[in-house]
Every structure is written in structure tokens, then in C-alpha cells.
């Protein structure tokens, strides 16, 4: 009797030590859970308070402004226009979000990842080169040339990236499985963290001069 009691016991805990170490969005218990910053009379799901259900309107699932053209002009020459639980509070707990791409003639949203999402990018306007690279060992590249009205799936939490390859704008449209994707810009992280990577460990990293090393993180 005493060993069941035991194996039972092993069972909760590996099950609650499961739940706790998830990243993915949770299971909402209810129809809906407006984030709300002030906690007074609230309950806390998923990181966001929760909107008491009579207070909730419809402009809690509303949002404007896609319609509009993000600025390009930039190093990169992209825009990510993000539609997620911080512009949309009613899609706390609901696990998904949007955004808006632009690109100039050659701009590119540079190698990046999502560590909370995987996405779907549509293409509604141009011609992109998209790709995603697998995990070690293999480092495989998976690369697609998209046109006006071509779909694409770059899988949760790998490198991915899109490049302009075309003489004019091109815009997509990209959903993400998470209300709150996250991204790490690949660049940026290594050779613009604050404060900076030691040098030294970049060098041999990417098996460069350090002077190059120390040029990059000038740049970031």
C-alpha cells in the first residue's frame, strides 16, 4: 500500500515539475482574460491580471493601424509592426499574435529567433527570400523564393530570416503561436549585449581577428 501511495506521489510531483518548467502559452481555463495593469480587484494569469469580465468592451480585442506602411529606413530597411497582448490585451492567455513586415528594395529582417513561437508568414506584396537553419549538429538550411500570396513556416525557436530580393517594397504578414512571441536578433544579442562579451570569447567563437570581434561590437 505504501509503495502506491509513493509511485502516486512521484507521479504529482514529476507532473507539477512539468508544468512548471513550460514555456509554452497555458491552456486558457476561461473564454477570455483581458490583461489589465491594475490589479485590484483582478486575478493573475499566464503574466497579466486579468480585466474583471463587467468592465471587459470590445476594444479589448481591437486594434487599428495595419493598414499603414511601417518606416524602412533603417540599417536593415525593415519594420516590424507587432500586434500582440501588449497592443491587444484580450488575447492574454489566447496564444497567438500578428505582425506586419515591411522591407525596402533589398531590406531584409535580419537572422533572428522566437523562443516562444513558431510562425506563418504570408506574402502579400513582392518577392522574399526566406529561410531557417535546424539546430546543431546539422545546421541544415531550409530556403524558399516567396511570391505575392506564398506561405511559409518558420518553426519555434530557430534562426530564421527574410530578405527583400526584389527592386520594390515587399510586406508580409507573419501569425505567431505565443500572444508574447519574444525575439532575439542574432546579431544584436552577440555583438550588442550590454554590457559586451568579452572579446576574447567572441575571437574564438567565430574564429576571427579580435580586432574584427571589436570592429562588430562598435557597430551594435
Same mark, same amino acid.
Given at each position: 500500500?505504501?509503495?502506491?501511495?509513493?509511485?502516486?506521489?512521484?507521479?504529482?510531483?514529476?507532473?507539477?515539475?512539468?508544468?512548471?518548467?513550460?514555456?509554452?502559452?497555458?491552456?486558457?481555463?476561461?473564454?477570455?482574460?483581458?490583461?489589465?495593469?491594475?490589479?485590484?480587484?483582478?486575478?493573475?494569469?499566464?503574466?497579466?491580471?486579468?480585466?474583471?469580465?463587467?468592465?471587459?468592451?470590445?476594444?479589448?480585442?481591437? &486594434?487599428?493601424?495595419?493598414?499603414?506602411?511601417?518606416?524602412?529606413?533603417?540599417?536593415?530597411?525593415?519594420?516590424?509592426?507587432?500586434?500582440?497582448?501588449?497592443?491587444?490585451?484580450?488575447?492574454?492567455?489566447?496564444?497567438?499574435?500578428?505582425?506586419?513586415?515591411?522591407?525596402?528594395?533589398?531590406?531584409?529582417?535580419?537572422?533572428?529567433?522566437?523562443?516562444?513561437?513558431?510562425?506563418?508568414?504570408?506574402?502579400?506584396?513582392?518577392?522574399?527570400?526566406?529561410?531557417?537553419?535546424?539546430?546543431?549538429?546539422?545546421?541544415?538550411?531550409?530556403?524558399?523564393?516567396?511570391?505575392?500570396?506564398?506561405?511559409?513556416?518558420?518553426?519555434?525557436?530557430?534562426?530564421?530570416?527574410?530578405?527583400?530580393?526584389?527592386?520594390?517594397?515587399?510586406?508580409?504578414?507573419?501569425?505567431?503561436?505565443?500572444?508574447?512571441?519574444?525575439?532575439?536578433?542574432?546579431?544584436?544579442?552577440?555583438?550588442?549585449?550590454?554590457?559586451?562579451?568579452?572579446?576574447?570569447?567572441?575571437?574564438?567563437? &567565430?574564429?576571427?581577428?579580435?580586432?574584427?570581434?571589436?570592429?562588430?561590437?562598435?557597430?551594435?
Amino acid at each position: 500500500m505504501m509503495k502506491g501511495v509513493h509511485f502516486l506521489a512521484i507521479v504529482a510531483l514529476l507532473s507539477l515539475a512539468s508544468s512548471l518548467v513550460s514555456a509554452f502559452d497555458p491552456s486558457p481555463l476561461q473564454d477570455i482574460c483581458v490583461a489589465i495593469d491594475d490589479p485590484k480587484s483582478a486575478v493573475f494569469v499566464n503574466g497579466k491580471f486579468c480585466k474583471d469580465l463587467k468592465d471587459t468592451k470590445a476594444d479589448d480585442f481591437y &486594434f487599428s493601424g495595419l493598414q499603414i506602411p511601417g518606416n524602412t529606413d533603417n540599417r536593415v530597411g525593415s519594420n516590424v509592426t507587432t500586434v500582440n497582448v501588449d497592443q491587444i490585451p484580450g488575447l492574454n492567455t489566447l496564444g497567438i499574435s500578428l505582425v506586419r513586415i515591411d522591407y525596402a528594395p533589398y531590406g531584409q529582417n535580419p537572422p533572428h529567433t522566437h523562443p516562444r513561437a513558431t510562425e506563418i508568414l504570408v506574402v502579400v506584396e513582392g518577392t522574399l527570400l526566406v529561410g531557417f537553419v535546424t539546430s546543431n549538429p546539422e545546421n541544415r538550411l531550409f530556403t524558399k523564393v516567396l511570391k505575392k500570396g506564398d506561405v511559409f513556416v518558420f518553426p519555434i525557436g530557430l534562426i530564421h530570416f527574410q530578405f527583400n530580393a526584389g527592386k520594390t517594397n515587399a510586406v508580409a504578414f507573419a501569425g505567431l503561436s505565443s500572444q508574447n512571441a519574444g525575439v532575439i536578433t542574432i546579431a544584436n544579442a552577440v555583438f550588442g549585449s550590454n554590457p559586451p562579451i568579452n572579446p576574447d570569447v567572441l575571437t574564438k567563437a &567565430f574564429q576571427l581577428d579580435k580586432n574584427v570581434i571589436e570592429y562588430l561590437q562598435k557597430q551594435f
